[in-house]
């Protein structure tokens, strides 16, 4: 199988030299050439307009997905409470659902968890599998697995979300494997390709420096998981839905772990997720005691105090602060950056808040280009300049 071109009818314009991402075409006298590193791909094909491409590989046909319908989100809970991402991915769903024309439901899998179905469906679920059994009580990889994999084969839904949290970081891939599906993990964003109705998940890619937005058209559910605090939770008052129940018959020996004993790690807790106002200092603060005067800024706002990767590894602030791709992700109502440099991964933490504020000696600094007002200036200057001004207006 392969790749060849009709040298009479090549015009020369190297449209497929840009076109293929594995670098396999060159000009040789002024005609296109296929080298061996070709994956027939086809990527040149497609731009060729003279038609001097041609494969003997048969296009890869799109199945019959007619019958996947509706937009599931797994309802994580622990002792009895929702997790919050729970609600957020609803809120994706409805808009998603929406556009597809489709339905909305939720997985609620647990002991004596009946009661949270009315927040999910306040929040914009359809339906709600039901799942209840002592053997759901806590999570276990394998009980949660089969179940999600019984109602997933059973009702054959469309797209599957789950929270990017401990819990779903450890079962989105076993699912999706068991379904034979593949994983977006960590997406920061979720939205439908007006062509094809496929689900685009973006998420960062090559440690960060990149954005890829990835789309499975071969098979269904789409499976994506999402961070916490990156999408809106919608509440739906007085919407109707329908709970159904699904029975299961689990065995012990079905799961393989026993838990036992549940120790709860002591840590002061931090929601950053939840904040209506963050105070974030990066290398530009300098020093601990430097966020001694972010606190003061934030405890004006009754926000929370967070930072850059670098301000944790210099030890200034503790890592549950730290905001961006491989830390929380928050989308409070203000924003304010102080020496902050503005980098990708950074930024793929804080891109969802409403309104930022960047203070930064460097004018070319890249946080200025996603900041709403942007002082350039010394943070120890506009930080106390800040704090007196916001005394007095409040006195
Ligand atoms: C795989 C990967 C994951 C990562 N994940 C994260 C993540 O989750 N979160 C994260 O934050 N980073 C992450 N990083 C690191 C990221 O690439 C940047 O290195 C980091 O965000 C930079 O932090 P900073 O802005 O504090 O420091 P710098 O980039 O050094 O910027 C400091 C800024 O402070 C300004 N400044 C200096 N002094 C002052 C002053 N007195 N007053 C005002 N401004 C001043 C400077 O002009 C500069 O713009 C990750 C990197 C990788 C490779």
Redesign the pocket.
């Known amino acids: 199988m392969a790749v060849w071109v009709e040298v009479d009818l090549c015009s020369g314009c190297k449209r497929c030299l840009k076109a293929c991402p594995y670098g396999a075409v060159e000009m040789r006298e002024g005609k296109a050439f296929i080298m061996e590193r070709c994956t027939s791909c086809g990527a040149c094909l497609e731009v060729c307009k003279e038609k001097a491409l041609l494969t003997d590989v048969k296009p890869r046909e799109i199945p019959d997905f007619s019958d996947r319908k509706g937009v599931w989100v797994l309802a994580e809970q622990r002792g009895g409470e929702l997790h919050r991402v729970s609600l957020e991915l609803l809120g994706k769903a409805q808009e998603l659902a929406c556009v597809l024309k489709q339905e909305v439901s939720a997985l609620l899998l647990g002991d004596n968890v009946s009661g949270l179905c009315d927040t999910l469906i306040e929040h914009g679920a359809d339906w709600v599998y039901l799942a209840e059994d002592r053997a759901l009580k806590d999570y276990r990889t394998n009980g949660y697995t089969k179940v999600i994999e019984d109602l997933v084969k059973k009702h054959k839904p469309n797209m599957l979300l789950m929270g990017a949290t401990h819990i779903g970081r450890d079962l989105a891939p076993r699912v999706s494997r068991r379904v034979e599906v593949g994983l977006t993990a960590d997406c920061t964003e979720l939205s439908i390709d007006p062509q094809g109705g496929v689900l685009l998940q973006t998420r960062p890619a090559f440690?960060?420096n990149v954005m890829a937005t990835i789309a499975n058209r071969y098979s269904r559910p789409q499976m994506a998981t999402v961070r916490p605090g990156v999408m809106e939770v919608v509440a739906k008052p007085g919407h109707k839905g329908k709970v159904v129940r699904h029975s299961i018959s689990l065995k012990e020996e079905d799961i393989g772990t026993r838990i036992l004993e549940l120790v709860k790690e002591k840590k002061k807790k931090v929601n950053l997720s939840e904040a209506k106002v963050v105070v974030a200092g990066?290398?530009?603060?300098?020093n601990a005691k430097g966020f001694a005067i972010l606190e003061d800024l934030a405890a004006i706002f009754g926000g929370e105090v967070a930072?850059?990767?670098?301000?944790v590894e210099e030890g200034w602030i503790p890592p549950e602060r730290?905001?961006?791709?491989?830390?929380q992700s928050v989308r409070p109502e203000l924003y304010i950056a102080?020496?902050?440099?503005?980098?990708?991964?950074?930024r793929?933490?804080m891109m969802n808040s409403r309104y930022v504020i960047a203070?930064?000696?460097?004018p070319r600094?890249p946080?200025f280009q996603v900041a709403d007002w942007g002082l350039v200036?010394?943070?120890?200057e506009a930080v106390p300049e800040m704090i007196e001004q916001l005394k007095q207006t409040k006195g």
Do not use: L
């Open positions: 440690g960060g990066g290398r530009g603060v300098g930072g850059t990767r670098v301000a730290q905001v961006g791709q491989t830390g102080c020496g902050i440099s503005g980098a990708i991964q950074h793929a933490g203070i930064n000696k460097d600094a946080i200036a010394d943070v120890y």
